[in-house]
């Protein structure tokens, strides 16, 4: 029994010895602090208890091992919130580190743009999603309005698809702001306790934020980085949609979302022409494309393809050529 023992009892130090290799430094430091405040709970209560019950050191035995173990697996746990790089020295490198933690705001959760962000590999460190966001995502799914009702159901499935991405490290943390009522300004303070960035698309929180010195990564602006440079007296072929707002205007749109303003194509809704890029407008909502119809050059265009001979393969239909050139075609 002796042997079994030391056997088991071998092995268990092997098992706390790899996993203590796995284990970061900021988790050890977490994990080592939760361990005395549990002793010193510990002690404290037991104080309490001798004074009731002197003749049970069994209970005050098993306190002092309960609460050691929970301040063991809080401090672990918590530990990677710690900012060890405000230590200084043999501390200094972790600073890099801390930059890796981005904090997901609502609406870009429920944007659902992230997750595939994410799975391309251009987001990396620790996604941080707030305890106060789950609560908001929880409010919008239970909403009697079946619009938001969905937004609501949409988000907790992105952070599903996201929790279950093997490359990513999503942390879900319970610190909030009482004193704070908006949401937007828990990010913002959230952000500043520990020093890293907001992940989100909403416009007026990217600007309070950036006011608040906070870093901001805008999903928004990533997307219209991406989108295709169009340069001034290109020409490009667009479906004009609807009409513009301007007289004798067009409207078109790209396959990426982009709106074109042509001129001189009111009359050409629901047609494919092609047109002249003529100024390219970047703002901080997206980008807009003006061009202009040409109706002469596609008039002298039409009149070229009248004036030649008439061939068997041409492919426009008979209706569409000279009275004359019918007759002798017939």
């Known amino acids: 029994m002796a042997a079994l023992g030391g056997v088991i009892f071998g092995l268990c130090i092997i098992f706390f010895?790899?996993?203590l290799e796995r284990v970061s430094l900021k988790r050890l430091i977490g994990a080592a602090c939760g361990s005395v405040l549990g002793i010193l709970g510990a002690f404290i209560m037991s104080l309490?208890?001798?004074?009731?019950q002197p003749n049970e050191p069994y209970l005050q035995v098993c306190l002092l091992l309960l609460m050691t173990y929970i301040g063991l697996i809080v401090g672990a746990k918590k530990g990677d919130m710690l900012n060890l790089s405000?230590?200084?020295g043999i501390f200094g490198g972790e600073k890099s580190s801390k930059k890796s933690y981005k904090i997901l705001d609502t609406s870009v959760i429920i944007d659902g743009r992230i997750a595939d962000i994410a799975e391309t590999g251009f987001l990396d460190?620790?996604?941080v999603i707030p305890q106060f966001v789950l609560r908001e995502l929880q409010l919008v799914a239970d909403s009697a309005d079946s619009m938001k009702r969905n937004r609501g159901r949409r988000g907790l499935d992105i952070l599903a698809r996201i929790q279950k991405m093997a490359n990513l490290n999503v942390q879900i943390v319970e610190e909030d702001f009482p004193q704070t009522r908006e949401v937007d300004m828990k990010?913002?303070?959230?952000?500043?306790?520990f020093d890293c960035k907001v992940v989100t698309n909403d416009f007026n929180l990217n600007k309070v934020a950036q006011l608040h010195g906070v870093e901001v990564l805008n999903i928004n602006e990533l997307a219209n980085s991406l989108k295709p440079i169009v340069l001034p007296g290109e020409t490009m072929r667009v479906f004009?949609?609807?009409?513009g707002k301007e007289y004798n205007q067009g409207v078109a749109y790209l396959d990426d979302g982009t709106m074109v303003v042509v001129d001189n194509a009111k009359k050409l809704?629901?047609?494919t022409i092609d047109i002249s890029v003529t100024s390219v407008l970047q703002t901080?909502?997206?980008?807009?494309?003006?061009?202009?119809?040409?109706?002469?050059?596609?008039?002298?265009?039409?009149?070229?393809?009248?004036d030649r001979p008439v061939r068997k393969s041409d492919p426009q239909p008979m209706s569409n050529l000279p009275p004359e050139k019918t007759t002798i075609e017939s």
């Open 284 to 306: 901080t909502a997206g980008k807009m494309i003006f061009g202009k119809y040409d109706e002469r050059g596609h008039t002298g265009a039409t009149a070229e393809r009248h």
């Open 125 to 127: 460190g620790v996604l």
């Open 187 to 193: 990010l913002i303070e959230l952000a500043k306790v």
């Open 17 to 19: 010895e790899m996993r």
């Open 269 to 271: 809704i629901s047609k």
């Open 240 to 243: 004009i949609l609807k009409e």
């Open 48 to 52: 309490v208890f001798g004074k009731a």
């Open 86 to 88: 405000a230590l200084g």
